[in-house]
């Protein structure tokens, strides 16, 4: 006979609690692993480790993300994107990286020397350098400091509405010029540009990579990377390609309008669209996709 042992999962001399625990387990497996039932998983995690619910919690959800890690692994591209979580999560990704280049942010700081120029015919190009380098190094040191204690999309619609803005005006005062309209102030493109500059690098020039990397399971971030990046390049040449023609035919105050105007679709997607990311975890994350 086997002799008692104070460890009832080891010992075959008393089988109620074995088959107990096994079934335990094998009911808090495929509870889990399906992401179906997290309630009954939750109560067999409880009835196995004899805990409350807040203390089964973290490891409750550990375990979630570790099986959903396991189900994306050696998926190919078209079961990935059957998951709902990773459609809207591509959606939400490829949207931002888009608004984030058809804001005009290449065109804007390609034209920063000429609008410059047309303020004060004797700047020269190192001083311009060090005036947009100062304006950009200032702008990007603020959105770390801030990005964690207002969240993701507040700062991101605050951006959108200042590249309306800082577009918005930069259109007036080329479509004052292209028509010979010189009532407008000088100080009007330089407060725009930076405006500009400011409210992208608040929002829409780092957030869209930083929300890229918080919504994706780690197994399939590399190829959700590299579709988002494709998309973002494909998009940037498309405004550079077609810039050139809308301001011939349409003239530079119009095209900066209609930068501003992708700027307005941009904001009124993060305010119906998107959703707070602040300080969840991977888990919490994936539970407002699934909604």
């Known amino acids: 006979m086997f002799q008692t042992n104070p460890n009832p999962v080891a010992i075959p001399t008393e089988p109620a609690v074995v088959v107990n625990n096994v079934e335990n387990k094998n009911k808090y497996f495929w509870s889990t692993v399906f992401v179906r039932d ?3 998983a939750e109560k067999s995690l409880m009835k196995l480790r004899g805990l409350t619910a807040t203390e089964v919690e973290v490891e409750l959800r550990t375990i979630i993300n570790e099986i959903e890690n396991e189900r994306q692994k050696g998926k190919t591209i078209k ?11 591509l959606v939400m990704t490829l949207c931002l990286v888009a608004f984030q280049q058809l804001s005009g942010v290449e065109v804007v700081r390609l034209n920063m020397y000429s609008t410059f ?35 993701r999309k507040l700062l991101l619609f605050v951006s959108g509405m200042g590249i309306i803005v800082g577009n918005a005006f930069l259109g007036i005062y080329h479509y004052a010029i292209e028509h010979d309209v010189y009532v407008i102030r000088r100080w009007i493109p330089i407060a725009s540009l930076t405006l500009f500059e400011f ?28 579709i ?49 990311t ?6 919490d994350i994936q539970d407002e996709l699934n909604q």
């Open 199 to 226: 409210a992208f690098n608040l929002g829409y020039g780092p957030l869209p990579w930083t929300i890229m990397g918080e919504v994706f399971y780690a197994t399939i971030r590399p190829l959700a990377a590299m």
């Open 278 to 283: 602040k300080q969840k975890s991977l888990g």
């Open 79 to 89: 079961q990935l994107f059957q998951s709902r979580p990773v459609r809207k999560s």
């Open 117 to 151: 120029t047309t303020i004060n015919s004797k700047l020269s190009e190192t001083t311009f350098g060090i005036i947009t380098g100062g304006i950009q190094v200032v702008a990007s040191t603020i959105p770390p400091l801030i990005v964690d204690r207002y969240g």
């Open 38 to 40: 997290i309630s009954g």
């Open 228 to 276: 988002t990046t494709m998309f973002c390049y494909i998009i940037g040449f498309s405004v550079s390609f077609v810039t050139p023609v809308l301001t011939s035919e349409l003239g530079t105050g119009n095209t900066f309008w209609i930068f501003s105007i992708f700027g307005f679709i941009g904001a009124f997607f993060t305010e119906l669209y998107m959703f707070e």
